[in-house]
């Protein structure tokens, strides 16, 4: 994601980590006491000195071994004590912050769940993965050490300074004096290394996505023998990688030197200027040694300094991370989108245009055509130029009997069943000024009917199918399901009422039955779905419905994969079904098969279906051309073949398309 890193580049360490509190807030008393608790610890060390300077200037100097051994106890009881205190931190915190880790993940899973699909058309799954693992992890580890650490290190510092100045003040000025340029150098670290941190773990995503690719699209590597450069491509990223985490390296081994020596020398220097006064008689022995065990104790916390500042900024560039993906705007609801079935029992906020008697307006008519709001169904008003009037033999084939006399249609009836109105879609991330993939898209699906869409490759089928359950959102006009605009429904009524089966079936790593029951229904409702899929094969499986199916499915065939989805799209007895490309993939018998149990499924829903073939379009009452992006023709199959000829030549390569290829249009 190359194009974050500018735009994180500036916000402070200390924002990013700010926005943690939420998930820190309901364990803050946990943490706080944690902190206390180690700073008593962190001081009880800094009391070791005292005792060892009482040792020097009492029993020591006057020959008292009892004296001796009692001053060793109390050093013994001190130690065990700090040991014992800084246990009982970790205690403190280790359950709560796996909890806070666990939290945020789960806040995370749920809010990628509920994020569009053009989200995640934009968003490399390794992203998202190395940030719900590395970097919740960074994030813990933070919690449980730098952000505790850093305080009690300061606390610890400032009291071991104020021991060194009592004891003897010039000596602990000339402690003092590197402070100045250890603040400097650390705050240009700081700045340096945030640049690198976000760098590598924006580069552990990248690798994260090309391992996950390589092994979902194993079959593909294979089969053309990338192994080679899909490895090469690895193990360019990994040495990209490596090369910022040695940068990193280079970065904290500079610090942590210059860390490391400055105090050193200091202490060296106060070490010969307390030798040179305790042999002109102005210190005693015992503060001497007070005072170097005091400069000693604090080497640790001033030199971890070094280490807790880079993990505090892999903190907060990892918090960021993560908050970029949680600031993803979720799919929102309409405000007052409605829940219930019936105009009726509408919430007072709801639209007026989800009530579903409406007279319908079209938002913009059809070219060609100038349509009445009481025009039936059967008038041209979904019709577009060329498409021939309805022929009442053949259209309706399959559905006729579902439809009301065209006389007794009223405006009721022409809100039923599914409504392009004026649909226009463009992706979200396409170039600014291309022209939308759909545009001006009228057009009407009768109560029972089955339309089929029929389009050369890439004219939009895909997408306008996709309109219907709301993955993605129309950019101008509105579709209707009985009258109701599904931008006013909630998208959990809305998907219930609607079924779909995707081009490429997507199964779960589950059971066969899991997978198709996540279209809902009951058992009995599973066999049926199975029967019409002609899905029987599951039947044979080692354990039936129970047999788990591998990652994606692909442990079962294309066409078993095909017919499992469409299982699952009809499970749930849909009102509206939409299938793309549902027959694809099965051979000649299989799809004879499947249209025949399909036709019966068709017969009580409004469905629309993409096809490619006539044997499926033959399934359809009637047909819908889509070209360039725009309904062209409307009409029955045979109505199509003789007056449109861009229909004719679709459905005549159909079965030779490979031979004739795009071009031959
Ligand atoms: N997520 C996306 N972002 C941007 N453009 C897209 C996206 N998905 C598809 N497109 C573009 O939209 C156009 C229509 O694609 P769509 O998948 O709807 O075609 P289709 O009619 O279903 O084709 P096919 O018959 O091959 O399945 C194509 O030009 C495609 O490049
Ligand atoms: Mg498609």
């Not at 006009?477 to 605009?485: A, H, K, N, Q, S």
């Not at 994606?552 to 989805?565: E, F, M, V």
Request: charged share 20%; with cysteine.
């Amino acid at each position: 994601m190359s194009e974050t890193h500018a735009a994180i580049k500036d916000q402070s360490a200390t924002r990013s980590l700010l926005r943690l509190w939420p998930y820190v807030r309901p364990i803050r008393t946990r943490l706080f006491s944690a902190a206390f608790v180690a700073i008593v610890a962190s001081c009880l060390g800094l009391v070791i000195p005292l005792v060892l300077k009482w040792i020097v200037d009492g029993p020591v100097a006057e020959h008292d071994p009892g004296g001796v051994w009692l001053g060793a106890l109390y050093l013994l009881l001190l130690g065990l004590a700090e040991a014992a205190l800084f246990g009982y931190r970790r205690w403190l915190v280790a359950r709560p912050l796996a909890r806070v880790e666990a939290e945020m993940r789960a806040d995370l899973y749920r809010h990628v769940q509920r994020l569009p699909v053009s989200f995640h058309d934009r968003w490399a799954s390794g992203q998202l993965l190395s940030r719900g693992t590395t970097d919740l992890m960074l994030l813990r580890m933070f919690l449980a050490f730098p952000l505790t650490f850093l305080v009690v290190n300061a606390v610890t510092i400032l009291a071991g300074f104020a021991i060194l100045l009592s004891q003897q003040w010039s000596l602990g000025l000339v402690l003092l004096v590197p402070v100045i340029p250890l603040v400097i150098l650390c705050s240009l670290f700081e700045t340096r290394y945030s640049l690198v941190a976000r760098q590598a773990q924006d580069q552990v995503g990248d690798l994260t996505t090309v391992v996950e690719e390589s092994v979902l699209g194993i079959r593909i590597i294979k089969g053309f023998g990338q192994h080679r450069s899909q490895a090469l491509a690895f193990r360019e990223l990994s040495r990209r990688l490596r090369g910022t985490e040695l940068a990193k390296a280079r970065l904290l081994a500079g610090l942590w030197g210059l860390i490391t020596t400055i105090p050193e020398l200091a202490i060296g220097a106060a070490l010969v200027l307390g030798t040179v006064q305790v042999a002109d008689g102005d210190l005693s022995a015992g503060t001497l040694v007070a005072f170097l065990s005091t400069a000693l104790a604090l080497r640790w916390p001033v030199e971890s300094i070094g280490f807790l500042l880079a993990m505090s900024q892999e903190s907060a560039t990892a918090t960021a991370r993560f908050f970029e993906a949680m600031d993803a705007q979720e799919e929102a609801e309409a405000p007052g989108a409605s829940t219930s079935h019936s105009s009726g029992e509408l919430p007072p906020g709801a639209p007026q245009g989800a009530a579903p008697l409406e007279p319908l307006e079209p938002l913009e008519p059809p070219r060609g055509s100038a349509p009445g709001p009481a025009s039936a169904a059967a008038s041209p008003a979904d019709r577009a130029p060329g498409a021939l009037p309805p022929d009442p033999r053949s259209s309706n084939a399959g559905g006729a009997e579902l439809l009301p006399a065209g006389a007794e249609l009223g405006a009721v009836d022409q809100a039923a069943g599914i409504r392009f109105e004026g649909v226009t879609f463009r992706y979200p991330d396409a170039a600014d000024g291309s022209a939308p993939v759909l545009s001006r898209i009228d057009l009407h699906i009768r109560p029972g009917e089955t339309m089929a869409l029929v389009g050369g490759t890439g004219s939009g089928k895909t997408t306008l199918t996709a309109l219907v359950p709301r993955l993605h959102e129309v950019s101008g006009g509105r579709i209707t399901l009985d009258g109701e605009d599904i931008a006013h429904m909630t998208r959990e009524r809305l998907r219930g009422l609607v079924s779909v089966a995707f081009e490429e079936p997507t199964l779960f790593s589950t059971s066969v039955g899991d997978n198709v029951a996540m279209g809902g229904g009951s058992p009995d409702d599973l066999e049926r779905a199975l029967d019409i899929a002609q899905a029987q094969f599951v039947r044979r499986l080692p354990q039936g419905v129970d047999t788990q199916v591998g990652e994606q499915g692909l442990s079962l065939s294309g066409g078993q994969r095909q017919r499992l989805a469409l299982a699952r799209a009809v499970v749930g007895r849909p009102r509206f079904l939409i299938l793309d490309d549902p027959l694809s993939a099965l051979d000649v018998h299989t799809e004879a098969l499947v249209e025949a149990a399909l036709r019966r499924v068709l017969q009580d829903t409004t469905a629309l279906v993409v096809a490619h073939r006539p044997s499926t379009v033959l399934l359809a009452d009637r047909v819908a051309l889509l070209s360039e992006g725009r309904i062209t023709a409307v009409g029955t199959h045979q109505e199509l073949l003789r007056s449109n000829a861009e229909y004719a030549w679709l459905m005549s390569g159909a079965d030779d398309r490979h031979d004739e290829g795009e071009d031959g249009r």
